[in-house]
Nanobody
């Protein structure tokens, strides 16, 4: 059974940091594009960052997080991370990771596998 599990969410003050993890079971992540998405209440799901399969290891970031967030892989742990620094209140959302063997980018409907999400709240 293919499964993605996010962890690492929580509450933090503006300017703080969190590291989200996306752990896979039932398949090896390095063969998949991994995307991080987020959805705030009443808003559409939006792409945050993605990393290509290990063959390319390209990364891409939404303009809103560029320079603050970093996506990375640890193939030995079958896990992808999203390091989030200088967090802002507008980063508050449920964060999801998703995997797809073919697609690259931020069109969430193209991703086949999704985690359950982890809540991030940034407030003072």
């Amino acid at each position: 059974q293919l499964q993605l599990v996010e962890s690492g969410g929580g509450s933090v003050q503006p300017g703080g940091s969190l590291r989200l993890s996306c752990a896979a079971s039932g398949f090896t992540l390095d063969r998949y594009t991994i995307g991080w998405f987020r959805q705030a209440p009443g808003k559409e799901r939006e792409g945050v960052s993605c990393i290509s399969s290990n063959a390319g290891s390209s990364t891409y970031y939404a303009d809103s997080v560029k320079g603050r967030f970093t996506i990375s892989r640890d193939n030995a742990k079958n896990t992808v991370y999203l390091q989030m620094n200088s967090l802002k209140p507008e980063d508050t959302a449920v964060y999801y990771c998703a995997a797809d063997e073919v697609f690259w980018g931020f069109v969430h409907r193209e991703y086949d596998y999704w985690g359950q999400g982890t809540q991030v709240m940034v407030s003072s």
